[in-house]
């Protein structure tokens, strides 16, 4: 019976896929961030979401196999100040009371050769959808993978600062994203 | 031959710009801060910092003027008391007007707003951004800028007293009205 076991487990470390073949499906939060760089006045304003949610699968075997969905809590904002954290809720800005959260999901994962890929998808962020291409590089490490890339938005796209704040003069109306989630994998 | 009376054209024409940026600055700074939120204030902001960084600018050059270039003397009536506190005023207005731009600059840093001078030319951040930081030098910044309102109305109410009560020629000193020699 032990000899059993014993051969069960030989088969099952044999059966066990190569560490490249590894799929990443469980999302580390803490080493995950999102954040963002405005103009405003010509002058380079940082800011970020402390609270999201990721769903993914990604094998870099079968990357046209892959997804994620992200979630963003608009509440967890940071654009910069107190003030600008406050003023970002309004109708002008998220609306957040009705939209309290941006969802990306991806439809279609295109390699591009050396652990760089793009990714399609549609970010739905005050009720509008809008089609975004995203360039995402791999980077495996030995217990978990990380997922960056930089993209830019027009916020006017989404009706992001409406009325007295569409005039992109003064806050410019693209939108530098930046994104690293780290997830494990099996 | 007699000294002229008057300080040298660079230094005038440096004063009243200084002087002339500080009355439009200063109030400025006070009024902005007070406006809710909008892209308005966000220009505002943005204009008293270029106002401010161009002030530093001009301020350097005069400390640098001033210190290669002596001041016409003063007129020999004028008391020592009255000459020491002159030169105590004058020296603090030197050290704010280069203080106070400063301290404007670190605070931005320190709240998170890059300067960018004009929206062209990027300052560096001297300090990283921190909350208590910025709040310091909010208190810095406005502190300094009341002590630089009573130096200045001092400093008016001297050059006026000298000039109208006492009649000697302190304004032509700043190039005001056309030049006398002693």
């Known amino acids: 019976m032990k000899a059993h076991i014993y051969s069960l487990v030989g088969f099952s470390m044999l059966a066990t896929p190569a560490a490249h073949a590894l799929e990443y499906r469980t999302v580390l939060p803490q080493q995950s961030a999102i954040s963002f760089e405005t103009r405003q006045m010509g002058v380079p304003v940082a800011g970020g979401f402390k609270r999201f949610t990721t769903q993914m699968a990604f094998d870099p075997e079968k990357p046209e196999a892959a997804s994620a969905r992200i979630e963003i809590d608009l509440a967890s904002i940071d654009a910069g100040s107190v003030e600008a954290d406050d003023e970002s809720a309004g109708k002008l800005w998220f ?33 509008k959808s809008r089609e975004l291409i995203v360039p995402v590089s791999y980077v495996p490490g030995k217990t978990a993978a990380t997922f960056n890339g930089t993209f830019t938005l027009k916020r006017l796209d989404f009706g992001i600062g409406e009325g007295m704040w569409a005039d992109v003069a003064t806050v410019a109306n693209e939108v530098q994203v930046k994104f690293r989630i780290a997830a494990s994998g099996k | 031959m ?166 000697q020629p302190f304004l032509q000193r700043m190039g005001w009205g056309k030049q006398e020699q002693s």
């Open chain 1, 95 to 127: 609306n957040r009371s009705v939209y309290p959260k941006a969802v990306f999901t991806s439809s279609q994962i295109r390699a591009l050769g050396g652990n760089r890929y793009e990714m399609r998808g549609t970010l739905t962020l005050k009720g």
């Open chain 2, 2 to 167: 007699t000294p002229t009376l008057r300080y040298t054209t660079p230094a005038v024409a440096l004063h009243w710009l200084v002087a002339l940026l500080i009355f439009v600055g200063f109030p400025l700074g006070v009024y902005m801060h007070e406006l809710p939120l909008s892209p308005v204030k966000l220009q505002l902001y943005s204009y008293h910092k270029w106002i401010g960084i161009t002030v530093l600018l001009l301020a350097g050059v005069r400390v640098a003027w001033r210190l290669s270039h002596r001041p016409p003397p003063l007129p020999a009536s004028i008391a020592g008391w009255q000459r020491q506190a002159s030169a105590a005023v004058h020296g603090l207005l030197y050290l704010l007007i280069l203080a106070i731009p400063l301290s404007g600059w670190l605070m931005s840093s320190a709240k998170g707003f890059q300067t960018v001078w004009f929206g062209v030319l990027p300052l560096p951040d001297l300090v990283g951004k921190s909350r208590e930081l910025g709040e310091l030098l909010e208190e810095v910044h406005e502190w300094l800028n009341y002590t630089l309102l009573a130096l200045v109305i001092l400093h008016v109410a001297a050059a006026l007293k000298h000039h109208f009560i006492e009649r």
